[in-house]
């Protein structure tokens, strides 16, 4: 296929922090024969439209750090974006956020669980609208496309990179994934939460001889149990109520690739006897249907439960835990192998787009905090933890102990906060607070501080007076503390 066929393709943008939604959406819509972008937040959804303007921009609302109803308001309010198709996607109906998304620009909405002919009447509605009707025709169902979708994505799609660390544990991982990339058996992958089980996943996927097909991912806790078995396998018509029309699971979406099954530990025992009959026959049925279909389709399985313990309990087959364990690899906690976390540290530092400061660093105490704590969260509670610090530490070049949650700091002695610097422990957490929330929460510190002075509190902040009046106008519970100076 030529460069020049690939260019008439519609550009699609999908939006998501999740990277299970993202990646389910995207495995959608390269089904349908288009060739997506992806952005895991809304500042890298901005770089991404600077770099060439999509066709329609499909955008999770709720997400840390820059939310999509901002994303919404900075395209509509620039007159190069404001006639790109932004539809929101959601994962139930609430009337306030709705009202939000629509003052805020949003041309459409989608919800999760993704209905696939919804998805593709969004897409062909919005691409007739912009007259782009003759790519349209020429992407939808086209599998010649899906293939070269992948050919093209799967050499910069290497996720063995982004596995940081010197240690032997890690060492071990890498080496079990070379043995098993190019390998059709199932995998099973275990670990703590958070430990890194999906990029291992990935890394299998993309760096084997399958990369040039689908990748497909679904998280079992996500899912209600009545709707786990539809997505997986699919359903017909009249299947259940609300069943309008015929769709297809995700394990034909990943025909020929790989499906990654996360978190099979929490499958109820009726899904898991059907898995383990694909596993053993390579047959399915979609749900509400007779006869049988064929599937040819590699299964890894991550899970964060001691399976043995699950079956001693009866919460999982011992069969099916027989047939996925044919090679399995173990992801080790990061309390493990604390060698690792100053590598990991750095380099979440370095790829975040929260900081504008490039040689932003951890000092020596900082970083010796970071490798007695414990980390129950692993890997994902260090990058939360990395992208914390950056909100928290502003202008300043360096990362210190005071800019760490309390509960690492108060098992070393650290440094006193001046007077200068809010300390982060004096500013009211909790683990459900979005950064969005952190940072409001910090530049109220501020403010309060240097009483009201918007100068100041803009200068202590790192950012522009006219930033920090933008983010005192979009959040009422700034603007009794500013005053205008």
Same mark, same amino acid.
């Given at each position: 296929m030529e460069d020049k066929q690939i260019k008439k393709q519609p550009d699609i943008l999908i939006v998501d922090d999740n990277e299970a939604n993202l990646t389910t959406l995207e495995a959608y819509l390269v089904t349908l024969g288009f060739y997506p972008r992806k952005a895991r937040e809304g500042s890298e959804a901005l770089k991404e439209v600077a770099k060439s303007t999509p066709d329609i921009i499909f955008l999770d609302l709720m997400m840390p750090g820059m939310d999509g109803f901002e994303v919404t308001r900075r395209l509509k309010s620039n007159p190069n974006t404001f006639k790109i198709p932004v539809v929101a996607i959601t994962a139930y109906y609430d009337r306030e956020n709705n009202v939000k998304a629509?003052?805020?620009?949003?041309?459409?909405?989608?919800? $999760?669980?993704?209905?696939?002919?919804?998805?593709?009447?969004?897409?062909?509605?919005? #691409?007739?609208?912009?007259?782009?009707?003759?790519?349209?025709?020429?992407? /939808?169902?086209?599998?010649? @496309?899906?293939?070269?979708?992948?050919?093209?994505?799967?050499p910069g799609r290497s996720r063995t990179r982004e596995i940081?660390?010197?240690?032997? &544990?890690?060492?071990?991982? &890498?080496?079990?994934?070379?043995?098993?990339?190019?390998?059709?058996?199932?995998? /099973?992958?275990?670990?703590?939460?958070?430990?890194?089980?999906?990029?291992?996943?990935?890394?299998?996927?993309?760096?084997?001889? &399958?990369?040039?097909?689908?990748?497909? =991912?679904?998280?079992?806790?996500?899912? =209600?149990?009545?709707?786990? !078995?539809? !997505?997986?396998?699919?359903?017909?018509?009249?299947?259940?109520?609300?069943?309008?029309?015929?769709? $297809?699971?995700?394990?034909?979406? +990943?025909? $020929?690739?790989? /499906?990654?099954?996360?978190?099979?530990?929490?499958? %109820?025992?009726?899904? =898991?006897?059907?898995?383990?009959?694909?596993?053993?026959?390579?047959?399915?049925?979609? #749900?509400?249907?007779?006869?049988?279909?064929? +599937?040819?389709?590699?299964?890894?399985?991550?899970? %964060?439960?001691? #399976?043995?313990?699950?079956? !001693?309990?009866?919460?999982?087959?011992?069969?099916?835990?027989?047939?996925? %364990?044919?090679?399995?690899?173990?992801?080790?906690? /990061?309390? @493990?192998?604390?060698?690792d976390i100053p590598l990991l540290a750095e380099y979440f530092l370095s790829q975040s787009s929260l900081t504008e400061i490039p040689e932003k660093s951890f000092s020596t105490d900082a970083m010796n905090i970071l490798q007695q704590y414990e980390w129950p969260g692993n890997v994902r509670e260090l990058y939360n933890m990395v992208e914390r610090a950056i909100v928290f530490s502003g202008p300043d070049k360096e990362i210190t102990p005071r800019h760490l949650p309390q509960e690492m700091t108060r098992q070393k002695g650290s440094e006193r906060p001046s007077a200068a610097q809010p300390h982060i422990n004096d500013i009211q957490l909790s683990d459900s607070m979005t950064l969005k929330e952190l940072e409001i929460a910090h530049i109220k510190k501020v403010l309060k501080q240097e009483k009201g002075n918007r100068t100041r509190s803009a200068k202590i902040l790192g950012i522009s007076r006219s930033t920090l009046k933008k983010k005192i106008a979009d959040n009422p519970s700034l603007r009794g503390i500013s005053r205008y100076k």
């Open positions: 629509i003052e805020a620009g949003v041309d459409g909405f989608i919800t $999760k669980p993704i209905d696939e002919p919804i998805l593709k009447a969004h897409i062909t509605s919005l #691409l007739k609208m912009k007259g782009l009707e003759s790519e349209l025709n020429a992407s /939808l169902n086209s599998l010649d @496309n899906i293939r070269e979708y992948h050919r093209r994505i799967a940081i660390g010197n240690s032997g &544990l890690i060492k071990e991982v &890498l080496s079990r994934i070379d043995m098993v990339k190019d390998s059709a058996v199932p995998i /099973l992958i275990t670990g703590e939460s958070g430990a890194g089980k999906q990029l291992v996943a990935e890394a299998i996927h993309w760096e084997g001889k &399958l990369a040039s097909e689908p990748f497909v =991912q679904i998280n079992c806790p996500s899912l =209600q149990e009545s709707l786990l !078995e539809s !997505e997986l396998f699919g359903h017909t018509k009249g299947a259940f109520t609300g069943a309008i029309r015929d769709k $297809k699971g995700l394990v034909e979406v +990943a025909e $020929k690739g790989t /499906l990654f099954v996360d978190e099979i530990g929490d499958m %109820n025992l009726a899904v =898991q006897a059907k898995i383990l009959a694909l596993l053993d026959s390579g047959l399915f049925r979609r #749900l509400g249907e007779t006869k049988e279909r064929k +599937a040819n389709v590699r299964i890894i399985a991550a899970t %964060n439960h001691d #399976l043995e313990k699950e079956i !001693e309990k009866g919460r999982f087959r011992l069969d099916l835990f027989y047939r996925l %364990n044919v090679f399995e690899i173990k992801v080790p906690p /990061l309390r @493990n192998r604390r060698d």
